[in-house]
């Protein structure tokens, strides 16, 4: 990290982590961790899992589906939009091509 890095603290289930980051990504880092605490604790009190570790392993593959799942949102809806652009642009070029003739 840059020698800007700044160390904050962060709670999660009840502990302290000190973590080093940039000045920028500091509010995201902070909002990051408020989500993984709610996350934590929904998994905690639902009384299926014990175990802080395995919490957080739950919690960590829970949200890796979630963001394995926007990925592939992501990437079907760039291609719909790719393909909206492609025809688009043929239709641009045909309208230019049959006025130049």
Do not use: F, W
Request: hydrophobic share 40%; glycine share 2%; aromatic share 0%.
């Amino acid at each position: 990290m840059a020698d800007k890095a700044q160390s904050i603290t962060l709670m999660i289930m009840g502990k302290e982590y000190r973590i080093l980051c940039e000045p920028e990504e500091q509010d995201e880092l902070i909002q990051s961790a408020l989500q993984l605490d709610t996350q934590m604790r929904k998994l905690r009190d639902s009384g299926k899992i014990n175990g802080a570790d395995r919490i957080a392993v739950m919690t960590a593959l829970n949200i890796a589906h979630e963001l394995e799942v926007l990925k592939n949102q992501h990437e079907l809806l760039q291609q719909e939009l790719n393909d909206c652009l492609n025809k688009l642009h043929q239709k641009l070029d045909d309208v230019l091509n049959h006025d130049a003739l």
